[in-house]
């Protein structure tokens, strides 16, 4: 092995996740691949001649690999993203393998410190699209604001319900978030008010990124969905649930989301999580034929958010929840998204919703977990306060920290997606 | 004068909007003003060092204008674009101007013939945004959903509401749009059906597209926002009204709109259109501070919707509307946009939304018009139809084509968007 790989490392050799990095030596952002707590510098390893041999792409893999986004190899098919993958395979395991021998240093040269780089956001962001995916966060929020007799619309069982959301202030893990300044309504009937959001919420998502692309006009047919589909980052799509509540009637969430949503840095493959899926909840009544999914078509990934409030010395876990649990498939997503014949662009991004368990101790937002202000949770124990008291807390507040984190785990494998941080600063005013 | 200009011409002296063309001669998109009926290729004018004198703009206005797309151009200050602006005014208008007479062909080697270039669309767009901002219309769809008492929602007067629109699928002026496929419920209260749209629609808007951006987390303040405006266009909203109305609760309109968005190809700049400046209509209660504008920041701008059905030979105009009846101004959009602290980029739109005259002879869209498709309205006359019958509609038919047209005209000037033109064609099945 050219790289030791700890036990419990999200990033063993059945990852191989990609992502974009910099680091002090050479700071123009570049493709690699997170293996135990290094990254493979993919550039080198084209010029090595470590990607011959895949047609077309082999000659064009040197280009590929030092832009300073993964949107061009995204736009490949699976063929040539599976080949990359068994490619580095290969390289990392085999300490004969003849590019190794060839490198002056063995391959080593390739190997940058995780520690010392600085991760970008793995690429272009054309489009971003955030669905309503989970049916335990719809039916919460709709009981929450509506009663539990209405608390899904008539649509939500027919239909995966999605919005397009802000690209430009997509930021990688990492990147402090600024409390949102806007217009709320402070107690129900009185007029707006300006100031900063008062229920700063999260929400516990992942996102898919579309590889290839579609025309306008020609829908992905949900048979060959997963061909367009890159790969799965965490995301966090911070939320002012006051801005939200009084902006949303009738088009849907503005101000309140697009002050800023955080992604993990390295996208995992679908072919790194082929061994995690699972079975789908059951859909009822049965999707239209355009959404007829395998049954097989969901994914166990475990998922965590843990808070760390300023006065605090460690993050304490307040949800775990899974992927599992989601009721329309991510190939159900994509399918919906183009049937009008909407295009989609190597590098597209679409949200999944916030992903809550059946139990309150998994569910993904401030919002349920406190039942929108109801009910204050534990932010930070005696032990870990600077004070020696427990914090119990209702929304954000300033400077806390917020982390999300997922793993698959099977048979002694393990493939996880590392973090996805971001720290709340004051608002403008 | 360099060229003849019709006196009827939209892009007389006083206009000089700029777009992306290419043609037989160079099929490469590049950067380009319309001057009546002729194109100023820019990339042949910086290289004959018409943008000297212009600080750090001036060595790089070969490059700018090498572009594909006018993204650069639009990222540097009014600064510049006026100074582009001036120097192709006296370079159009002065017979002795030093760069034409050292022209081997006095400077008609920079002229192409619009009627020979096929246009593009001017910029890349990161992000669009789609606006609500014309009372009138909000009105009559509130109207024809919940009654004339509770026609604005009660946050409508306080924000100009606004939504995340699709940017992939927003398409330069002539390219066609299919009919959408998608669910929507026939008869109320019954199950969603498959199919195409039969409540294919239109929205006359105007979109302005963003110049100079703003950093995530600082918002662009209401007094320097013209300063981050580089110019407007006509959109046309293509809308599937029942595919919307079964998906848009709760989080607004997505396959409804996302298959096609139209513009004209020549960005109007607003130096341009300051002679048009009128009072906007009166805002009641009076804006917050953050959104509080000169009353001078309306634009007359004369905009009109016609039809030609595929049985007939000639457009008839079916609405008049203005754009001074917009009740949020453009910079009031922008501020708001970005008052929770969201980012602009150099080529991000922003709808006005469907601009809707008082009477219903200038509403902006079928649904308007046909008040929800009670009243049939006509879309060919006898003498223009092939069968020699008069041809009423409710909403789009198969082949239609839709022509959005705007001008404004003061004191003998005019100053227009050409038009924005798009055709029906059939569903996929």
Known sequence: MLVDVPKDSDFSIHNLPFGVFSDSKNNNPRPGVAIGEKILDLGILAR????????????????????????KFMSYSRKEWRFVRQQLTSFISNDQH?????????????????????????????????????????????????????????????????????????????????????????????????GPSTKLDIELEMAFIVGKGNDLGSPIDISVAEDYIFGLVLMNDWSARDIQAWEYVPLGPFLGKNFGTSISPWVVTLDALEPFKVDLPTQDPIPMLYLADDKKSGYDINLSVSIKPQNSSCFRTISNSNLKYLYWSLKQQLAHHTIGGCNMRPGDMCGTGTISAPTETGFGSLLELTWNGKNKILVADAKSSSDSQDHYGYFLEDFDTVKLEGYCEANGIRVGFGSCVGQILPSLI
Request: hydrophobic share 30%; proline share 9%; charged share 20%.
């Open 48 to 71: 090595h001649g470590l990607f011959e041999g895949c047609g077309d792409f082999s000659a064009d893999a040197k280009s590929t690999f030092e832009q300073p986004t993964l949107n």
């Open 98 to 194: 003849p590019v190794r021998l060839d490198m002056p240093q063995g391959g080593l040269e390739a190997l940058v410190n995780q520690k010392d780089s600085k991760m970008h956001l793995p690429c272009t962001i054309g489009d971003y699209t955030d669905f309503y995916a989970s049916k335990e966060h719809a039916t919460n929020v709709g009981t929450m604001f509506r009663g539990k007799d209405n608390a899904l619309n008539p649509n939500w069982t027919h239909l995966p319900i999605g919005y397009h959301g802000r690209a430009s202030s997509i930021v990688v893990s990492g990147t402090p978030i600024k409390r949102p300044l806007g217009q709320r309504v402070l107690t129900p009937g009185s007029p707006p008010m300006f």
